[in-house]
Every structure is written in structure tokens, then in C-alpha cells.
């Protein structure tokens, strides 16, 4: 379950979206105003899976494409975005490549460090692999040179010749790499000589072969001409710039006295054809990819499946997806956009954002929210209406889609949410905690149809398991999953019960959930190893959730980050001083002092990645004690040391860095001496409009997808064009 981040949460007009609008019929579902709405007509959508467009940035280096059918690969036949529809991905009919099963890897001709040349291809796949180990992605790419194989090893690409000559720099300081490549690696780049044009690639080929036969760098380019018929030319060099490009011009000139060399125009569009050598270590094929180097700075490929398949995406986990692939240069990067039915995308949202368990009313109410922003956000970034990323909605390809996300899909045609102003921003998050946010406790903006409701959101922390916070003799604690621990009947002297492992290696943990990014094993027991349980917890889930402990220092480097005045001690001190009518915070202090993020919502940043701000703070140092007399003391980790007197022998000082609790209500606590954070909440997201639990759980109490949608967003109508 995933959500849409939007920074601004207006109600503008959607008749700046462009032509092709229609206005909506009656409304449909219970009784509210009824609207009319100027609502965009989209028959395609385009999503960038990689793109960077100053809203929006994902990028790779290269993009790895296959399909069970095969490929076809053409220019696009159209700018992207134009008219209401956007785009066609189809090709022009000049065939850059018809591939079968194998790999197409595409990149744009840019500066790149060549690394080696070798006649070897063992040795070549043997660098390009100490490259990978290194974590530097490395191609190799046969060619022919003076009738013999050649194989270059080479890492890019690079947005300029300082950014590639820094990256030589680089990897010439790595171990078995440097001393391997000096005096050979150098930086190249994408500027070339036309050697000729010609109608037919063979003849482009043998003209590239004789020169190559001299030595040179020579690749077949095909052009995307204005014209039907292809056009295929020979570019010679690969220059970092300008004065490079002269050089290599005298040099082809002494060596061909009669060639004519004529210099390749910017704004021209072409795809330089490679074979690139498969380097993964169980692999003894040449040539097993085809590398497509796009030129020119309006390049736009459109890449198609055989019939009835789809194109995956390796850099993308491997992802299938319908439709097409466009890959352009779009501020200097490559971008790739999928463009496929609208129908179609809406649902891989429904099946990335949900669970086919789902009741289909909670599907069909996410195919609304979901069709509703879609529509919305018009040509949202240049060259596509949406990402595929939760900064948008999640769209996970063909591999995402079940067949209740398309009843979903179908069963709402053409329906959207629209109050007085046009279509709403639907905005939905995974779990709103039991209460929906105002909008003013997210962004700070008031915006009429976000208002804060009471949702049900418990379903999901329903069936998960409980962990034990622990301590062993050493005084190491953390939480196991009590799966892992068994009760040995004995406790000790304060009542507490023993435990012991149930098996070798288990995992204890800072907070009660698995994630060996964000919360690492901080230790592991075997059999037969013992420990008290003082505490225990559901683990951590999108309603209910422990993050922390954070230590003070390490937190006090974000928390300075929205301050007026930087902490220059310890931290000693989070306050929560204002909460919004959901009860999410709005408003903090660090040692007294105010904290100014850029909003509210922002908080769960400042803290780490919070899951929302619908929580509370215990802090680890500090706690109260009730002595003799009622005298009330608190204490913190700045404070001397409490002396605890005990049942039998003297009293004496805590001096260690725990100190276990028993407060009035019989539950113990753990203190440190120094001081440390943990954050308890509810709900995972913004909190703003649907929450997606809560869609389940009133479809489960007999809500239709009208009545559910109008829960959570105020005063709409649900209209269809």
C-alpha cells in the first residue's frame, strides 16, 4: 500500500489541461451536489519509468530491455505529448532493429571513459567483472578492427568530459584496475564524422569495415530521416570535443586521402548499432546484446512487442509492462516512458496499490481515486502524464494486474470525483491511523473536500505477531519475534519470566519488524540461550508501529537542520507542543526551541522516515520517581545517579548504563543514561483523503465504493463522462 505525495493541494480548474474535454453527466451515488466538469479525454497514458525533469528525478545510466517474443524497434513517429491523447509510440516503419529473444541494451552516445582494448574477450569480460565488484558498471563492446576482433571495456555514460575525466580519475585509483589500464584509458565522447550516407545498410557496413580496417573506429548509423525510406551513415570517431574531432579529421585524412568528411548536425537524430559482449562470469557469448547508442538531441525511439507480449525493463526489477517504450534524451539523461490504454494502467495501479484479497468495493474506490488523479495532472512532466513512483501512484507494470483490479477498473468506467472547481486531487495514503488528516495538519493549506474523518484501520496489524522486548544476563536487549523464544516457567526476583531460544542465530532487533536496512540485527541468540522478557509488542504494521530507539547526538544533526538556532550541546529534550485535529503533530520543540520544517508533514523526515505524525515520543533518559512523602522527582540522563535500595543489602548507586523500571501498573521499563528517542504511532502516509485500510474495512461493514469515496472526500460527486 503505497501513497500520492502532493505538495500543493489546490481545487484549480481543469480547463487549462487542453482540448480534447468533455462535460460530465449526472452524478452518480447518494445524494450531493451535482457537477459539471470540463474532464480531460485520455485514450493513452504515458508513465516515466526514468526520466529527469526538474519535478522528478530517476535515472540510469542505460536501460536493458527483452521480451518472450521479440522486439521491434523504430523512431517514433511523433514529439511526445502532443494532442489530447499524447503521443503514438509506433515507429515510422525505419526498422532500427527486429530482435528475437536476446537483450537490447539502449544508453545515449555520450562522453564515456574507455578503459582497454584487447583482442582477448576473456580478458576483457575479466576487467569489465573487477570493475562490477568495484561497483562500477562496466560494457564491453566488439568491434573489428584491421580484420581482427577487438573488444573495448568501457563505463559511462558521462553529461560531460569533466564528469567523465573525474570518473577516470577514479577508477584509475582502484585496486587491479588502475595499474591494468594505464597509459591506455581515456575519455571519449559523441562527437563524430560523417563518412557517407548511404540507402542501404550493407553498403554503409562495407564502408565502415574498410575504414575500420585501418584501424579507426567506424559504426553504422541509422538516421531518422524526414522522408519514409531509411538512410543509413558511417561515423568515424568518438571525440571528447572539438579540437579532438580535428585531430581525428587529420588522421582519417592522411589515411584516406579521397574520404569526405562532413561534420554530424546536433539537432540530427540517429542510433548507432553495437554488439556488446555478454561479461556476466557464466557467459562465453560474444555479441549476446545489441547496445543502441541514441544520438542527436530530439532522439525518440519507440520500442514494441511481438503481438500479444510485453516489453520488460531489467533495470526496472524486471518488470513487464504493455503497450510501448519511448526513449528519448530529455535534459541531457535518458528517459524511458511506457505508454499504453488508460484502462490498462489503471489496473496495474489498483493491483500495485492493493491486495486482490481485497474486497472489489475497496478496488473499485481506488479505480476512482486513482483514474480521477490520472486525469488531473495533464502533461505532468514534459514528456509523461504520471511517474511510476509513490510520488504519483504505484504502477508496477503487467505483473502487477489481477483480474478483481480489472472488474475494478471496468465496473467504473469513466467515473471520476469532481467538486465545484473540476476534478479533486484524490489524495489517498496506505493507513490514516483511525482518523483522517485536515489539510491543514499535512501541508498547512486549507483545502475544502480534506477533512479529518474517522476511519477503520486496525485490519492491518490484525494476525500479526507479537515480539518480546528482552535483556540478556550482559545487558543486551533488543525485541525477538516471540515465535523464536519458548517460556521456561521460571522468573526471577522482580516476577519476570525467563525465556530461553528456540533456535541457532535468530535475529534481536531494535524495533519489532524485519527490515535489515532500517532496523538491522543488533544481536543474535542460539538454543538454549536465556533472557527475561520485561515488555512486548504487535509488530510493527501500517496502523500501529515503533520506530528507535535514535540516539540524541545522531537525531540532533536533522533536527538542527529546521531550527533558528542550531543545538550546540546535547539534545536533551523533544517536545510535541500542537496536534491537528486528527491528533497528528503539527507542531515541536528541541530543547525548548521551536523546529520549522518546511510543513508539518515534514516531521516524519526530520525523525528518520517516520510512517506518519500521528505519534508519540518516549524518551529513554527521563522519567519520573514518587519517593516517600509524595516528593515528586524527575530525573534524566543529565541528572546524578539514583541510589536504589533493595530488599536485601545496602543501598547502593546505579551505576550502569540501564536502569529497569516497575512504574504503578506493574509494567517495567527500560532507562538509559544516555538519552535516546522512540516514536510510537498510528498510520502509515499523510493521512490525507482515502485510507486505503479503511476503504477494506468499510467495505467489510457493507459500504459500496460510492459511499466509501464520499466518506473520505467532503462534497464531492462522482461523475461520468
Given at each position: 500500500?503505497?501513497?500520492?505525495?502532493?505538495?500543493?493541494?489546490?481545487?484549480?480548474?481543469?480547463?487549462?489541461l487542453?482540448?480534447?474535454?468533455?462535460?460530465?453527466?449526472?452524478?452518480?451515488?447518494?445524494?450531493?451536489?451535482?457537477?459539471?466538469?470540463?474532464?480531460?479525454?485520455?485514450?493513452?497514458?504515458?508513465?516515466?519509468?526514468?526520466?529527469?525533469?526538474?519535478?522528478?528525478?530517476?535515472n540510469?545510466?542505460?536501460?536493458?530491455?527483452?521480451?518472450?517474443?521479440?522486439?521491434?524497434?523504430?523512431?517514433?513517429?511523433?514529439?511526445?505529448?502532443?494532442?489530447?491523447?499524447?503521443?503514438?509510440?509506433?515507429?515510422?516503419?525505419?526498422?532500427?532493429?527486429?530482435?528475437?529473444?536476446?537483450?537490447?541494451?539502449?544508453?545515449?552516445?555520450?562522453?564515456?571513459?574507455?578503459?582497454?582494448?584487447?583482442?582477448?574477450?576473456?580478458?576483457?569480460?575479466?576487467?569489465?567483472?573487477?570493475?562490477?565488484?568495484?561497483?562500477?558498471?562496466?560494457?564491453?563492446?566488439?568491434?573489428?578492427?584491421?580484420?581482427?576482433?577487438?573488444?573495448?571495456?568501457?563505463?559511462?555514460?558521462?553529461?560531460?568530459?569533466?564528469?567523465?575525466?573525474?570518473?577516470?580519475?577514479?577508477?584509475l585509483?582502484?585496486?587491479?584496475?588502475?595499474?591494468?589500464?594505464?597509459?591506455f584509458?581515456?575519455v571519449?565522447?559523441?562527437?563524430?564524422?560523417?563518412?557517407?550516407?548511404?540507402?542501404?545498410?550493407?553498403?554503409?557496413?562495407?564502408?565502415?569495415?574498410?575504414?575500420a580496417?585501418?584501424?579507426?573506429?567506424?559504426d553504422?548509423?541509422?538516421?531518422?530521416?524526414?522522408?519514409?525510406?531509411?538512410?543509413?551513415?558511417?561515423?568515424?570517431?568518438?571525440?571528447?570535443?572539438?579540437?579532438?574531432?580535428?585531430?581525428?579529421?587529420?588522421?582519417?585524412?592522411?589515411?584516406?586521402?579521397?574520404?569526405?568528411?562532413?561534420?554530424?548536425?546536433?539537432?540530427?537524430?540517429?542510433?548507432?548499432?553495437?554488439?556488446?559482449?555478454?561479461?556476466?562470469?557464466?557467459?562465453?557469448?560474444?555479441?549476446?546484446?545489441?547496445?543502441?547508442?541514441?544520438?542527436?538531441?530530439?532522439?525518440?525511439?519507440?520500442?514494441?512487442?511481438?503481438?500479444?507480449?510485453?516489453?520488460?525493463?531489467?533495470?526496472?526489477?524486471?518488470?513487464?509492462?504493455?503497450?510501448?517504450?519511448?526513449?528519448?534524451?530529455?535534459?541531457?539523461?535518458?528517459?524511458?516512458?511506457?505508454?499504453?490504454?488508460?484502462?490498462?494502467?489503471?489496473?496495474?495501479?489498483?493491483?500495485?496499490?492493493?491486495?486482490?484479497?481485497?474486497?472489489?468495493?475497496?478496488?473499485?474506490?481506488?479505480?476512482?481515486?486513482?483514474?480521477?488523479?490520472?486525469?488531473?495532472?495533464?502533461?505532468?512532466?514534459?514528456?509523461?502524464?504520471?511517474?511510476?513512483?509513490?510520488?504519483?501512484?504505484?504502477?508496477?507494470?503487467?505483473?502487477?494486474?489481477?483480474?478483481?483490479?480489472?472488474?475494478?477498473?471496468?465496473?467504473?468506467?469513466?467515473?471520476?470525483?469532481?467538486?465545484?472547481?473540476?476534478?479533486?486531487?484524490?489524495?489517498?495514503?496506505?493507513?490514516?491511523?483511525?482518523?483522517?488528516?485536515?489539510?491543514?495538519?499535512?501541508?498547512?493549506?486549507?483545502?475544502s473536500?480534506?477533512?479529518?474523518?474517522?476511519?477503520p484501520?486496525?485490519?492491518?496489524?490484525?494476525?500479526?505477531?507479537?515480539?518480546?522486548?528482552?535483556?540478556?544476563?550482559?545487558?543486551?536487549?533488543?525485541?525477538?519475534?516471540?515465535?523464536?523464544?519458548?517460556?521456561?516457567?521460571?522468573k526471577?526476583?522482580?516476577?519476570?519470566?525467563?525465556?530461553?531460544?528456540?533456535?541457532?542465530?535468530?535475529?534481536?532487533?531494535?524495533?519489532?519488524?524485519?527490515?535489515?536496512?532500517?532496523?538491522?540485527?543488533?544481536?543474535?541468540?542460539?538454543?538454549?540461550?536465556?533472557?527475561?522478557?520485561?515488555?512486548?509488542?504487535?509488530?510493527?504494521?501500517?496502523?500501529?508501529?515503533?520506530?528507535?530507539?535514535?540516539?540524541?547526538?545522531?537525531?540532533?544533526?536533522k533536527?538542527?537542520?529546521?531550527?533558528?538556532?542550531?543545538?550546540?550541546?546535547?539534545?536533551?529534550?523533544?517536545?510535541?507542543?500542537?496536534?491537528?485535529?486528527?491528533?497528528?503533530?503539527?507542531?515541536?520543540?528541541?530543547?525548548?526551541?521551536?523546529?520549522?520544517?518546511?510543513?508539518?508533514?515534514?516531521?516524519?523526515?526530520?525523525?528518520?522516515?517516520?510512517?506518519?505524525?500521528?505519534?508519540?515520543?518516549?524518551?529513554?533518559?527521563?522519567?519520573?520517581?514518587?519517593?516517600?512523602?509524595?516528593?515528586?522527582?524527575?530525573?534524566?540522563?543529565?541528572?546524578?545517579?539514583?541510589?536504589?535500595?533493595?530488599?536485601?543489602?545496602?543501598?547502593?548507586?546505579?551505576?550502569?548504563?540501564?536502569?529497569?523500571?516497575?512504574?504503578?501498573?506493574?509494567r517495567?521499563?527500560?532507562?538509559?543514561?544516555?538519552?535516546?528517542f522512540?516514536?510510537?504511532?498510528?498510520?502509515?502516509?499523510?493521512?490525507?483523503?482515502?485510507?486505503?485500510?479503511?476503504?477494506?474495512?468499510?467495505?467489510?461493514l457493507?459500504?459500496?465504493?460510492?459511499?466509501?469515496?464520499?466518506?473520505?472526500?467532503?462534497?464531492?460527486?462522482?461523475?461520468?463522462?
Open positions: 500500500m503505497k501513497r500520492i505525495v502532493s505538495k500543493w493541494l489546490t481545487a484549480a480548474c481543469l480547463t487549462a487542453g482540448a480534447g474535454v468533455g462535460i460530465a453527466a449526472a452524478a452518480l451515488g447518494p445524494a450531493h451536489a451535482v457537477y459539471a466538469a470540463a474532464v480531460p479525454k485520455l485514450d493513452m497514458v504515458r508513465v516515466g519509468l526514468f526520466m529527469d525533469t526538474g519535478k522528478y528525478s530517476a540510469t545510466p542505460a536501460v536493458t530491455l527483452f521480451s518472450g517474443k521479440g522486439l521491434d524497434i523504430g523512431f517514433s513517429k511523433a514529439a511526445a505529448g502532443t494532442g489530447a491523447n499524447g503521443a503514438g509510440n509506433g515507429g515510422d516503419g525505419t526498422v532500427l532493429a527486429s530482435v528475437d529473444k536476446s537483450n537490447v541494451r539502449a544508453s545515449l552516445d555520450a562522453h564515456r571513459v574507455l578503459l582497454w582494448e584487447t583482442s582477448d574477450a576473456a580478458q576483457a569480460k575479466a576487467l569489465a567483472q573487477k570493475l562490477g565488484d568495484a561497483n562500477t558498471e562496466a560494457a564491453v563492446l566488439q568491434r573489428m578492427k584491421q580484420g581482427k576482433a577487438a573488444y573495448q571495456v568501457s563505463v559511462g555514460p558521462y553529461a560531460s568530459k569533466e564528469a567523465a575525466a573525474a570518473a577516470l580519475t577514479k577508477l585509483a582502484l585496486p587491479e584496475v588502475g595499474s591494468a589500464v594505464k597509459g584509458a581515456s571519449t565522447g559523441p562527437l563524430h564524422w560523417n563518412a557517407g550516407v548511404y540507402a542501404a545498410e550493407a553498403q554503409a557496413q562495407q564502408q565502415a569495415s574498410a575504414i580496417q585501418a584501424g579507426f573506429d567506424a553504422v548509423a541509422v538516421l531518422d530521416v524526414a522522408a519514409g525510406a531509411p538512410a543509413y551513415a558511417v561515423l568515424v570517431a568518438a571525440a571528447a570535443d572539438a579540437a579532438e574531432l580535428n585531430t581525428a579529421k587529420q588522421q582519417l585524412s592522411a589515411a584516406f586521402p579521397g574520404l569526405a568528411l562532413q561534420p554530424v548536425d546536433p539537432a540530427a537524430s540517429y542510433v548507432l548499432k553495437r554488439a556488446e559482449l555478454d561479461a556476466s562470469p557464466d557467459s562465453q557469448a560474444a555479441g549476446a546484446l545489441q547496445r543502441l547508442l541514441l544520438g542527436g538531441m530530439g532522439i525518440k525511439v519507440a520500442v514494441s512487442p511481438k503481438p500479444a507480449e510485453t516489453v520488460n525493463v531489467l533495470e526496472r526489477a524486471e518488470r513487464a509492462y504493455r503497450g510501448g517504450l519511448e526513449l528519448s534524451r530529455l535534459n541531457g539523461k535518458l528517459a524511458v516512458v511506457n505508454e499504453l490504454p488508460v484502462d490498462q494502467y489503471l489496473a496495474s495501479v489498483v493491483g500495485s496499490e492493493l491486495n486482490k484479497e481485497w474486497p472489489l468495493e475497496a478496488l473499485k474506490a481506488q479505480a476512482v481515486a486513482a483514474r480521477t488523479y490520472m486525469l488531473r495532472q495533464g502533461l505532468k512532466y514534459q514528456i509523461a502524464h504520471v511517474s511510476d513512483s509513490t510520488i504519483d501512484q504505484v504502477y508496477k507494470g503487467a505483473g502487477a494486474e489481477f483480474a478483481e483490479a480489472q472488474t475494478a477498473v471496468s465496473a467504473t468506467q469513466g467515473e471520476v470525483l469532481a467538486n465545484a472547481s473540476g476534478l479533486i486531487d484524490p489524495l489517498f495514503s496506505s493507513n490514516a491511523g483511525g482518523k483522517t488528516a485536515e489539510s491543514t495538519e499535512i501541508w498547512g493549506n486549507k483545502v473536500y480534506l477533512k479529518s474523518v474517522e476511519t484501520d486496525e485490519g492491518a496489524e490484525k494476525g500479526k505477531a507479537v515480539w518480546y522486548r528482552i535483556v540478556l544476563p550482559n545487558g543486551n536487549a533488543g525485541y525477538i519475534h516471540s515465535s523464536y523464544a519458548k517460556d521456561t516457567g521460571q526471577n526476583a522482580a516476577d519476570l519470566p525467563y525465556y530461553e531460544s528456540n533456535a541457532t542465530g535468530v535475529s534481536v532487533r531494535t524495533a519489532p519488524f524485519v527490515d535489515n536496512a532500517t532496523n538491522p540485527a543488533l544481536f543474535k541468540v542460539d538454543i538454549g540461550d536465556r533472557f527475561v522478557v520485561f515488555d512486548q509488542a504487535v509488530e510493527s504494521n501500517a496502523y500501529s508501529w515503533l520506530r528507535g530507539p535514535f540516539e540524541g547526538d545522531k537525531l540532533k544533526e533536527v538542527n537542520t529546521v531550527l533558528a538556532q542550531p543545538i550546540t550541546g546535547a539534545l536533551e529534550r523533544l517536545e510535541i507542543s500542537a496536534r491537528g485535529t486528527s491528533g497528528r503533530v503539527t507542531e515541536m520543540k528541541a530543547n525548548g526551541q521551536a523546529l520549522k520544517p518546511a510543513n508539518p508533514d515534514a516531521l516524519r523526515t526530520v525523525f528518520n522516515g517516520l510512517p506518519s505524525t500521528r505519534f508519540e515520543i518516549e524518551e529513554t533518559g527521563s522519567y519520573t520517581i514518587l519517593g516517600a512523602n509524595n516528593n515528586v522527582r524527575k530525573q534524566s540522563a543529565a541528572s546524578p545517579n539514583v541510589v536504589i535500595a533493595s530488599g536485601s543489602g545496602p543501598a547502593k548507586e546505579a551505576a550502569g548504563p540501564q536502569l529497569f523500571i516497575m512504574g504503578g501498573s506493574n517495567v521499563s527500560m532507562k538509559d543514561r544516555s538519552t535516546r522512540i516514536f510510537k504511532g498510528n498510520g502509515s502516509g499523510h493521512g490525507l483523503g482515502m485510507s486505503q485500510w479503511g476503504a477494506k474495512g468499510y467495505a467489510e457493507g459500504y459500496d465504493y460510492k459511499k466509501i469515496l464520499q466518506t473520505y472526500y467532503d462534497g464531492v460527486s462522482i461523475i461520468k463522462e
